[in-house]
T-cell receptor, first 116, second 112 residues
Framework: EAGVAQSPRYKIIEKRQSVAFWCNPISGHATLYWYQQILGQGPKLLIQ????????DSQLPKDRFSAERLKGVDSTLKIQPAKLEDSAVYLCASSLGGGYSNQPQHFGDGTRLSIL | DQQVKQNSPSLSVQEGRISILNCDYTNSMFDYFLWYKKYPAEGPTFLISISSIKDKNEDGRFTVFLNKSAKHLSLHIVPSQPGDSAVYFC???????????FGTGTQLKVEL
């Protein structure tokens, strides 16, 4: 079974520039999550999709972050404009979702973003 | 407000011995708990989980214990192997499919 795919693996940009990350979840997984992991901390949820609908975006800084999952499969996360504090690893995860309770989330390898 | 806490940033254990990683939580609504292992430059890998209706779950060398009254869970690895050296994250959620709340991780080093 192929895992969660993310690209790019690394990205370096200057502050105020824009950046986008892509995620392809495990086939058949209805729920997709984007997490932000700052160095020395655990991952923190930014946004959760169930199919192509948003379930939870309460922690997403909506003035600069946006995400979409138009066809209920792939997802993109965008930051515009980037700030220094956005330097982090951005992790995508997926789970079966739907009527399946207590299913683990499976993570991709993440995109490491550095803001200069 | 740190709802999931891993108070030991690091742990060193000899190969073949038992590793015990601890995790405390404050939110009594959490009902599903997970442990993830993370190697450098890789994403977290799911290791083992436990539902709040159980107090123990075992998978090979890994056992997770849940003490709901103390709001405490622990991961036991027996016997520890050098390949177990990684950062271990405890995570919790309220109901299936909801967001995970993570601890800050414990760096485990298994020495020869």
């Amino acid at each position: 079974e192929a895992g969660v795919a993310q690209s790019p693996r690394y990205k370096i940009i200057e502050k105020r520039q824009s950046v986008a990350f892509w995620c392809n979840p495990i086939s058949g997984h209805a729920t997709l999550y984007w997490y932000q992991q700052i160095l020395g901390q655990g991952p923190k949820l930014l946004i959760q999709f169930q199919n192509n609908g948003v379930v939870d975006d309460s922690q997403l800084p909506k003035d600069r972050f946006s995400a979409e999952r138009l066809k209920g499969v792939d997802s993109t996360l965008k930051i515009q404009p980037a700030k220094l504090e956005d330097s982090a690893v951005y992790l995508c995860a997926s789970s079966l979702g739907g009527g399946y309770s207590n299913q683990p989330q499976h993570f991709g390898d993440g995109t490491r973003l550095s803001i200069l | 407000d740190q709802q999931v806490k891993q108070n030991s940033p690091s742990l060193s254990v000899q190969e073949g011995r038992i590793s015990i990683l601890n995790c405390d939580y404050t939110n009594s609504m959490f009902d599903y708990f997970l442990w993830y292992k993370k190697y450098p430059a890789e994403g977290p890998t799911f290791l083992i989980s436990i539902s709040s209706i159980k107090d123990k779950n075992e998978d090979g060398r890994f056992t997770v214990f849940l003490n709901k009254s103390a709001k405490h869970l622990s991961l036991h690895i027996v016997p520890s192997q050098p390949g177990d050296s990684a950062v271990y994250f405890c995570a919790a959620t309220t109901g299936g499919g909801n967001k995970l709340t993570f601890g800050t991780g414990t760096q485990l080093k298994v020495e020869l």
